[in-house]
Nanobody
Framework: QVQLMESGGGLVQTGGSLRLSCAAS????????MAWYRQVPGKQRELVAT???????NYADFVKGRFTISRDNAKNAVYLQMDSLKPEDTGVYYC??????????????WGQGTQVTVSS
């Protein structure tokens, strides 16, 4: 069984920074795409950033220049460095990964979510 465990959320003032971490555990053969999504109040879950196993990254326009996604493939981990935070960044942030287990096809996995609150 594969699990994604997130950490690093919390309360920060406008302009502050937070670093989210997510580590996958279990019987993992390969971790493919890893990403961060978020759900802000009143909106559907939206993509924040993605990172492939080869290091390619992509960002939603609303976080470009402020957030940085990175990976540690050896640890099956993904990180999200969030700088210049704004109150509209408040929400629950979810880790997402496409993981291949031995003898099984690739499957989508989600973390439990971590709350990020930015005060004005």
């Amino acid at each position: 069984q594969v699990q994604l465990m997130e950490s690093g959320g919390g309360l920060v003032q406008t302009g502050g920074s937070l670093r989210l971490s997510c580590a996958a555990s279990g019987n993992i053969f390969r971790t493919n795409l890893m990403a961060w999504y978020r759900q802000v109040p009143g909106k559907q879950r939206e993509l924040v950033a993605t990172a492939t196993s080869t290091g390619s990254t992509n960002y939603a326009d609303f976080v470009k220049g402020r957030f940085t996604i990175s990976r540690d493939n050896a640890k099956n981990a993904v990180y999200l460095q969030m700088d210049s935070l704004k109150p509209e960044d408040t929400g629950v942030y979810y880790c997402y990964a496409i993981i291949t287990q031995a003898t099984m096809p690739a499957h989508n996995y989600w973390g439990q979510g971590t709350q990020v609150t930015v005060s004005s």
